[in-house]
């Protein structure tokens, strides 16, 4: 897959990621209190997506005992990524993360927030700003020149700082003709570390901050992983483009 995109491949993979935009800010948010299931979540994702002439593109996904079944990964408290819509209910003090995946025109989008369910307590307030803000500097560590390892330097570095750890099992990526491209964008390093941030790449920066240890484990649904110590995770993710040298969020709304 071509790590370099063209300015056209950029407004498609942009149009994409728009759909996840619309569904943060503005679809999902009246729905997410409590009584609400994971899987009547994910079927008022799955609406929309379509809706706008998109696929879902998490549902088909090959995993250990076969596809993922839904539209988008909803991840609850323990859970850092993948987990599997369900009958899961959601209640007071949870925090939800949503990975979601789209593909319009052969085009893919790739974004994920972390939400609040009411009233949540002091730590889980600060994990999720904590992991926004861990975000936002990974995105704008991501300017051409640097390398990735700066990147995840610069993630790992703000995070521990504050006293929570990130995930290293799992890591950001390219985006954009496919839904994982090269290269893999981990969310610790070392700085001059790494490939070459260049005009054109398209990545996914997406730090996953656990509240304790970093170690995780896979529930028997082969999809689903939580911390190894039962504490909360979250994730917050945007795909970028490197554009005249610096970083452009295509995942956030216009």
């Known amino acids: 897959m071509r790590l370099i995109k063209t300015l056209d491949e950029i407004k498609g993979i942009r149009k994409a990621n728009q759909i996840i935009a619309k569904i943060y800010t503005d679809i999902i948010p009246p729905y997410l209190k409590p009584g609400i299931t994971t899987r009547e979540i994910d079927r008022i994702i799955d609406e929309y997506i379509r809706s706008c002439g998109a696929r879902p593109a998490c549902i088909g996904v090959e995993g250990i005992y076969g596809p993922f079944p ?27 993360s949503l990975d979601t995946v789209t593909e319009l025109d052969g085009y893919y989008g790739d974004s994920a927030r972390t939400f609040p369910i009411g009233i949540i307590d002091d730590e889980s307030r600060k994990l999720l700003e904590v992991t926004e803000k861990a975000r936002e500097i990974g995105i704008q560590t991501a300017v051409a020149g640097n390398r990735l390892g700066d990147v995840g330097h610069a993630i790992q570095t703000f995070v521990e700082q504050n006293d929570f750890s990130v995930v290293r099992d799992f890591a950001g990526h390219g985006v954009g003709l496919a839904l994982h491209e090269e290269p893999m964008i981990p969310n610790y390093g070392r700085k001059g570390r790494g490939l070459k941030i260049e005009n054109g790449m398209v990545l996914a920066i997406e ?7 970093y ?3 896979m529930l028997p649904d082969g999809w689903t992983i939580i911390t190894r110590d039962g504490k909360r995770s979250a994730h917050f993710e ?16 216009d």
């Open 70 to 96: 839904a539209a988008t990964c909803i991840s609850v408290n323990e859970e850092v990524v993948h987990g599997v819509p369900g009958d899961r209910v959601i209640k007071e003090g949870d925090i939800v």
């Open 207 to 213: 730090p996953m901050v656990n509240a304790g240890t």
């Open 215 to 217: 170690k995780i484990a």
């Open 238 to 253: 945007h795909s970028i483009a490197i554009i005249d040298g610096k970083p452009v969020i295509l995942s956030e709304l």
